[in-house]
């Protein structure tokens, strides 16, 4: 099946095919031959772009992170006038349909933090901590904008909600477990933000 990639140039072509490929099977099991083979490179056209392995994943997550960014800045625009506990609320519909989309293998973030455990793999586990911690700022301004009197608080706990779901998601294959997130998460706007 070949791979979806935004840009034409071969270090692009790497890191998009390597964030599709890493997601669908994972980062051990994914070798550097088949990354070649998804993005039509040669081995020595990897090894130009990237000194090693380590190094491509950590720029294919960094990939991922912007696009996800992106992704929800455009959502939210769109729901400008809704207001902070409608956005949050929807940041769930789209988190349960883009996994409808992508195959419902959970979070990225989460999965490759799983098998990321060596030392040289400390800048992709960097990438995935910035990851995190911009998913809990999203969360604390959209609460803070609601007059949530305690915002990084209720932020963290949609974070937790929405790593839950994405837990749920890789286990079950499907994006229901969103549906329960989505009332888990309203409960904690219930609690958080003032009525």
């Not at 070798?31 to 990897?46: F, Q």
Request: net charge positive; charged share 25%; hydrophobic share 45%.
């Amino acid at each position: 099946m070949a791979e979806r990639t935004r840009r034409g140039t071969a270090r692009d072509r790497l890191i998009d095919t390597t964030a599709a490929v890493i997601y669908r099977r994972g980062v051990t099991a994914t070798g550097v031959d088949t990354i070649t083979a998804a993005a039509t490179v040669s081995k020595p056209t990897l090894y130009a772009h990237f000194r090693s392995k380590s190094e491509l994943i950590t720029a294919a997550l960094a990939r991922q992170h912007q696009t996800r960014r992106d992704e929800l800045a455009g959502h939210l625009d769109g729901l400008a006038d809704r207001s902070p506990a409608e956005r949050i609320l929807a940041i769930f519909d789209w988190l349960a349909e883009w996994h409808r989309a992508a195959g419902a293998r959970g979070c990225a973030f989460v999965n490759a933090a799983a098998e990321l455990v060596e030392g040289d793999d400390a800048a992709a586990r960097q990438v995935i901590r910035d990851h995190k911690r911009w998913w809990a700022s999203t969360f604390t301004e959209l609460a803070r904008q609601g007059g949530a009197t305690d915002p990084a608080t209720v932020g963290e706990q949609l974070l937790l909600v929405l790593d839950g779901a994405n837990a749920r998601v890789l286990v079950e294959g499907d994006a229901a477990p969103f549906a329960v997130a989505r009332q888990l998460a309203t409960l904690v706007l219930a609690a958080g933000l003032p009525r």
